[in-house]
């Protein structure tokens, strides 16, 4: 077994009246939310299932189903938490995260570095080791149409 292993995530939410826009653990002011059973954290999601997938641990809803009722409305920087305890117990740390959202608006630039601090935090890392960039889709696709926001993610792993 490798001492290093390498996971990708992606998670895509669609953007609704009503909710908070919550995107690497930190709730970005806009006139939509994303709509899911949880707060619908499409980073953050997509981070989980990139972890899990380098451990070969399934994907977030495996272990966060969203029938069940202890995780609606959850707070996805605990499902993160969570995340990160799995994939300890198979004897993994968090070695870096590279991740990007898609979005037409917000502008999400502005917000990166609270996200790089929060989601460090949550997992237990140096800031440096999370990248978080901000794209659009440049008005083409679901995205350029405003209907959703997706993100992509790519974790790397070490053995303790």
């Known amino acids: 077994m490798s001492n290093i ?9 669609q953007l609704v009246s009503n909710r ?3 995107i690497g653990g930190i709730r970005v002011p806009h006139t939509f939310g994303l709509l899911g059973h949880s707060d619908a954290d499409v980073l953050i999601h997509a981070i989980c299932d990139a972890l899990l997938g380098a451990a070969n641990m399934r994907d977030i ?3 966060f189903p969203d029938t069940s009722v202890e995780f609606k409305d959850a707070d996805s920087k605990v499902l993160l938490h969570r995340v990160v305890g799995l994939i300890a117990a198979k004897g993994y740390r968090v070695g870096n995260i590279d991740a990007t959202v898609c979005a037409e608006r917000p502008k999400l630039n502005p917000y ?3 996200m790089q601090q929060c989601l460090a935090e949550v997992m237990g890392i140096d800031v440096d080791a999370v990248s978080i960039k901000a794209t659009t889709t440049e008005m083409l696709g679901f ?3 405003e209907e959703g926001i997706s993100a992509y993610a790519v974790a790397l792993i070490e053995k303790d």
Request: neutral net charge.
């Open 20 to 22: 908070d826009l919550w």
């Open 143 to 145: 995205t350029g149409r």
């Open 112 to 114: 990166i570095p609270q």
């Open 61 to 63: 809803g495996y272990h």
């Open 5 to 13: 292993r390498v996971g990708m995530g992606y998670d895509v939410h």
